[in-house]
């Protein structure tokens, strides 16, 4: 059978829908063409905010009405509009979905197909799928037919789930508690993924700095790092990442590893959130404001040239103007390489939607939210700008309209034009032009570039 996966949400959701490719192609199964003509269509969601859960519902009444006129389609939700606890909770309200799954679960969609499948079929699908297994190790994921070979980039999860409770957070609630890999597995996954031509890996966790501490003397992210970085250089991965840290296990040896290890990236994101104590307290974030100040001046002393980024919430609930203030001014003194900013969004369950009125309105949030994000555009506008004329090692993706399309060391977007096939290569690139999402460049020694046509990449929305 033919699917298609729709990934919304965060980095992990994309890993998760990878996963359940990997396991649908095992069995014989294609990705389609076009979403329209496939018999299998899932939808991986996202529910951090109302916005991302309006999607999901959004995408599933257009697919329960196509359903109407071809009952024979087959429809997953998975995610964390499903979550981990109640799985089967929506099966009345969503009559048009087939099969459930949790966050990172592929085996219900595995087990409703061999139970529908003909017996035959699903006889071979299963001597096939068994054959695939024998043949993989511990943790080694096969790519989908259409990543092998052509994917550069790819995530591996390394701590499931979340056992922290922000108060406006509902990951909790939806993944389920921590939960870490354990590193034989990792390894796995990595060199599975090296041997399929990814050269960057970014490693995955709600809090991915609190690796291992749900395993009694278990490993750090730092002991797991070193290791991967063996992995790397075996296989040809030419860099790694980590995302998302939580400024509370940010410790010194994790970021000593960070300098130390080449193939690992100056890059660390480490939310605050908030830049006034009363909030922060609120938001049950455990640290002050001059904590975190204090940390992103250590992660500048220890790291040369690293990129921070940080998540920020406005209008939360009780913030008043010159608690907004505070944040706005904290932005402006740290200037950060990237700001998510999400409008603050109650959400079921949690303890700020259970005990915190939602009272900041909406015009005031959004305006709050323009003036951190026009603050960020300035301050990432002139950061970038002392990269002009600098060379830089960028790992290439994809072309992109013409372009190569890469991405440095700190993760900053560089569009090269070049005849020669730069796909994942790492070439030295010097900077011609910067704006604040993107960047130009040339690879030394040949002919410039006619005058720099401007290229705006608009930041993504996240919705993680
Ligand atoms: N409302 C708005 N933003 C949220 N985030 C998490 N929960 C909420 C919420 N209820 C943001 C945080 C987090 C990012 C993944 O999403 O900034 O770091």
Known sequence: MRYHIWTLGCQMNVADSQLLASELEKRGHHAAEDWEEADIWVINTCVVRQSAEDKAYGRLNELKHLKQRHPGKIIGLMGCLVGVRDPLRLRKQLPQVDVFLPPSDPAPMID?????????????????????????????????????????????????????????????????????????????????????????????????????????????????????????????????RFLTSHPNWMTDRLLDTVAELPRVMPHIEVPNQAGDNEVLARMKRGYTIEQYIDLVGKIRDRIPEVAIHTDIIVGFSGETETQFQRTYDVLAQLRLDKAHIAKYSPRPNTLSARSMPDDVPADEKERRRKALDDLQAQVVAEINARWLGKTVPVLFEEQHRGKWRGRTPQNKLVFVDSSENLFGRVANVEITWTGPWSMQGRLPGRQSDPAPEVIEILPIASTQ
């Open 112 to 240: 409703f197909l061999s139970q529908h499948s003909a017996e035959g079929e699903a006889i071979q699908a299963e001597a096939a799928a068994r054959a695939e297994r024998d043949a993989l190790q511990d943790g080694e994921l096969l790519l989908p037919q259409h990543e092998r070979n052509a994917l550069i980039s790819a995530h591996v999860p390394v701590v499931y789930g979340c056992s922290f409770a922000c108060s406006y957070c509902i990951i909790p609630f939806r993944r389920g508690i921590e939960h870490s890999r354990p590193v034989g597995e990792i390894v796995g996954h990595v060199r599975s993924l090296g041997r399929q031509g990814v050269k960057e890996i970014t490693l995955l966790g709600q809090i991915v700095d609190r690796y291992g501490k749900d395993i009694p003397d278990g490993p750090t992210l730092a002991d797991l790092l070193r290791v991967v970085h063996g992995v790397a250089e075996e296989t040809g991965i030419e860099r790694i």
